[in-house]
């Protein structure tokens, strides 16, 4: 029996990279495993090969593209429809890209799939995982969130956009809103994590053109692999916590501090009424 055995967990963005290891690693371990997609055939995919990894894994599908708040809160639906418990929520879905855009809610894309889905899916989740005896939300983070700040006036960064500025902005949001969500948690059942996975060989960068596109290649060949990078969450999903480690940050299945501002009980709470107002929560 694994340590999992009778748990449920859900890895969004599971079709491939961070999110495949996992999810692969949660049903190995015994976990019962919802397998998030943007869409069915990359979804299909995904579960023949966990099924080939991991002959006597649990697995189910889930699809929808967190691109939209309807497609989140359909993400929410289905999960809640198909899991009668939920103990382990991996926030990894998460994207990167080279040209400004907005998604049909009118909110820039990067911080709407990196930041607002995981702020709105949490929500909507988190009723079923307070029912579950100790439950677990980990959120994939990045070391790529020091030296930025969030822009409140301007959060959709329609004036100075770059894919790594607002890289950085939404990972920074990762980190403020685990913060916030483990105050508020405090003193339950659930606990609230993120991490930096390390710099990891995925096609997370396969949006990038010019010269951040070259530098990429050039490194990469000093990246971890997906099975390494899963590592962290895997550790925060199964090893037994201190109770002071909630709303904490790591990275190589310890704690790390993150930046000094990622660290702002105010900047948090700012955040997180943006969010609730962003999202259609308030
Ligand atoms: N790779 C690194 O070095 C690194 C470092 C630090 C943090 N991270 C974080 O790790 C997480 C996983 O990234 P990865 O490196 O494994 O990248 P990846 O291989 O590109 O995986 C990203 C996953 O998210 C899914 N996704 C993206 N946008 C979506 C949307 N709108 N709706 C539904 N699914 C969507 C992708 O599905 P599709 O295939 O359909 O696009 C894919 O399954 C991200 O949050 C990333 O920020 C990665």
Excluded at 65 to 87: M, P, S, W
Excluded at 192 to 217: E, M, N, Q, S
Aim: glycine share 8%; with cysteine.
């Amino acid at each position: 029996m694994g340590h999992l055995d009778g748990k449920t967990a859900l890895v969004t963005g599971a079709s491939k990279g961070i999110g495949y290891a996992t999810a692969r690693g949660l049903a190995r371990d015994g976990a019962f495993v919802l397998v998030h997609a943007r869409n069915q055939s990359s979804g299909e995919r995904a579960l023949e090969q966990l099924r080939r990894d991991v002959p006597d894994g649990r697995f189910d599908l889930v699809v929808a593209d967190v691109g939209t708040l309807a497609g989140t809160r359909q993400l929410a639906a289905t999960v809640l429809d198909r899991a009668l418990r939920l103990d382990i929520l991996v926030n990894n879905v998460g994207a990167m890209y080279s040209d400004h855009a907005l998604t049909p809610d009118g909110i820039e894309r990067t911080f709407a799939i990196n930041h607002l889905s995981i702020f709105l899916l949490t929500h909507l989740l988190l009723g079923r995982m307070r029912q579950s005896t100790s439950a677990r939300i980990i959120t994939i983070a990045s070391e790529a969130h020091r030296g930025t700040e969030i822009d409140f006036d301007d959060p959709g960064l329609a004036r100075t956009y770059s894919a790594m500025a607002s890289l950085s902005q939404s990972k920074l949001a990762n980190i403020l809103f685990t913060r916030a969500l483990a105050k508020r948690l405090a003193g339950s059942n659930v606990r609230a994590y993120c991490l930096h996975p390390g710099h990891v060989r995925t096609d997370f960068t396969r949006d990038l053109r010019g010269w951040l596109k070259i530098f990429v290649a050039i490194i990469r060949f000093r990246f971890i692999s997906p099975d390494e990078g899963a590592r962290t969450g895997l550790y925060l999903a199964t090893a037994p916590m201190p109770a002071d480690a909630n709303g904490g940050y790591f990275e190589n299945c310890a704690p790390k501090e993150p930046s000094d501002y990622a660290r702002d009980d105010a900047v948090a709470e700012r955040l997180w009424e943006l969010s609730t107002r962003m999202v259609g929560l308030a």
